[in-house]
């Protein structure tokens, strides 16, 4: 079956303005993070869906960044007012129950 | 606070050459450590977790709780070894990973 797939692969955008970056997880997958990864970084964790609820927000850096996840199934994670250093590779992942987590290919956000 | 930790940002060798890729972490509970790798133009997987205790594609990993590290080891190196890995710490169940920086792994012909 179809892997995890995130919408779109490439956002460019400008300073201040707002978006939106979508994942599809995979069918029955419960589980859902969102993770953010700078140049030359590792992944950093932004927050964790078990279901419809967020389970664990603590990672999202400020209250421009909001994700939700109202079926249970897609996730959308929205930014307001971007700042520069919001870009970012944005990545999703979707797992069984947390079990071995499962990655899309990632949004590359460029804030100009 | 917890934290991993991979001092090397590159490491290139020759083919049948013997690998390790370090891994130290810091977590005061009961740690799960994995270890994803991104190849070229894909998407970051899962190689191995600990707990597993498997050797994936030649690889293996022995988490060592005295020295807190996670080394990757492969004793002979092939050039489809090349790629980013990554030194990852699950916590609380394993539902929020804390990645390393990254390793660039380099193996020449």
């Known amino acids: 079956g179809a892997g995890v797939s995130q919408t779109p692969s490439n956002k460019v955008t400008e300073k201040g303005k707002y978006v939106e970056l979508r994942c599809d997880p995979i069918?029955?997958?419960?589980?859902l993070y969102w993770y953010r990864q700078s140049l030359g970084q590792g992944p950093e964790f932004l927050i964790y869906?078990?279901?419809?609820?967020?389970?664990?927000d603590s990672g999202l850096p400020n209250d421009r960044f909001f994700a939700v996840r109202p079926e249970g199934s897609v996730s959308t994670l929205k930014i307001q007012r971007t700042e520069r250093g919001d870009s970012a590779v944005y990545l999703c992942?979707?797992?069984?129950?947390?079990?071995?987590?499962?990655f899309g290919p990632g949004t590359r956000l460029t804030v100009l | 606070a917890q934290r991993v930790t991979q001092p090397e940002k590159l490491l290139s060798v020759f083919k049948g050459a013997p690998v390790e890729l370090k891994c130290n972490y810091s977590?005061?509970?009961?740690?799960?450590l994995f270890w994803y790798v991104q190849y070229s133009r894909q998407r970051l997987q899962l190689l191995l977790r600990?707990?597993s205790r498997e050797s994936i594609k030649g690889f293996t990993a022995d988490l060592n709780k005295g020295e807190t590290s996670f080394h990757l080891k492969k004793p002979f190196a092939q050039e489809e070894d090349s790629a980013m890995y990554y030194c990852?710490?699950?916590?609380?169940?394993?539902?929020?990973?804390?990645f390393g920086s990254g390793t660039r792994l380099l193996v020449r012909p």
């Open positions: 992942a979707s797992s069984l129950n947390g079990d071995e987590q499962f």
């Open positions: 069918s029955g997958h419960t589980a």
């Open positions: 869906f078990q279901g419809t609820g967020a389970a664990d």
């Open positions: 977590y005061s509970g009961s740690p799960e």
């Open positions: 600990h707990i």
């Open positions: 990852a710490l699950g916590m609380d169940s394993s539902y929020k990973l804390i």
